[in-house]
DNA sequence: CGGTTTTTAAACTAATTGGTCGGTTTTTTG
DNA sequence: CAAAAAACCGACCAATTAGTTTAAAAACCG
């Protein structure tokens, strides 16, 4: 009796899709409930009916955003076969066209902030960088088994490249007069590259 | 008659600092004139007539955050004679024990998410990144000329090592389980070395 | 001191918004 | 088909808060 999974699988995704749209434009805070409801395509008290508080909305959208931008990171790396380029292989964030681009860094910059100050965010934060740290180190560790990198520790490499990722990032996006995307995927290519090479 | 100079010399820096402290605590958007006016013990009434709008006194706010931290960064360069020291004299923003830790982290991070939404404070922030830059570039033009490094362009240079020690604080503030002081000092002093170093 | 101006405090206003609630429509199920 | 459950709606409530107003207090000056 009840729950009827088909309308379900789709008015979730629907809501934290609007809810996402919706955050990257106003921010965490000044999204309401209203808006999101208005974009997904319902009321207030449909939204509700899914999502019982703002909290509960907010945490759905963060995790499925995560979650989309990881997927992508990694279908992305795994259709690339050489270590190296693996490992550059996520300069595809640098990329003022994609249709992730805007709504993306919005996500990551608002998650940021929230972590900064909040014990669970900070744990999805430590769940995130773990996740792409992880991915970091499979290519590190194919490389050396293969012979083209010397590497002491994988992890402190992966570590330190994905922290570049982000502090290129950073600056590419919030600064673009002074840092184009030729900047930033040269800069990062240049920086793995000294990290994995031969000593 | 008139404006007591006196007085706001010392009114104006009082309520700035209780706006960073409740910035840092709370947020800008939870930021609340009562509360403002409480930590720099006046009324609103009294707050309002020094910043007229919440605006004014968060701006107020931002870029005396910034002047200070910027001031603290070149005193400390300053202070040091060798240019690769130089270069790395600024991981003292790596250090939680630093009165500054926690209210400066915060509040970097809420310019950067307002920044990511407005021209305004992006505005505010590529003067920031750029005073950075500015920093680095004279240190690395001064070790070129001592022979000490060899870099073609010092700018780019700078640009680099400015963006790597954000990833680097990014990763070391909101991941603290997974990076140390330590591995934020290391990490950024062995980056530094592979950028100014002959090839 | 007396009057004038500046500064402060606190009550108030208007707008916003998360969440509630009573009800209606739609779907499921026995 | 009927009854029960789920999905959905939107008016309403209560809390919050930026900014205004008003009146008292303090500072200043001749």
Known sequence: ???NKAIQSIRIPQIVEAAVEIIAEK?????????VAKKAGLSKGGLIHYFPTKKDLIEAAVKGFFARI???????????????????????????NDPDYFRGYRMF??????????????????????????????????????GDFEV?????????????????????????????????????RNLIKFIVSKK
């Open 109 to 146: 910059f608002e998650i940021m902030t929230i972590a900064s100050a909040d014990e669970e965010y900070r744990q999805i934060f430590h769940q995130w960088v773990n996740g792409w740290v992880e991915l970091l180190k499979a290519s590190i560790e194919k490389g050396v088994e293969r």
């Open 70 to 96: 990881f997927e992508r990171g990694k279908e992305i790396r795994d259709n690339i076969d050489d270590p190296y380029e693996q490992l550059a292989s996520f300069t595809w964030l640098y990329d003022r």
């Open 152 to 188: 002491e520790n994988p992890e402190e490499a992966a570590k330190t490249i994905s922290a570049i990722y982000q502090g290129v990032a950073s600056r590419w996006f919030l600064d673009p007069e002074n840092h184009s995307d030729e900047w930033a995927r040269e800069t990062v």
């Open 1 to 3: 009796m009840g729950v």
């Open 27 to 35: 921010g965490i805070k000044e999204a309401t409930l209203d808006a």
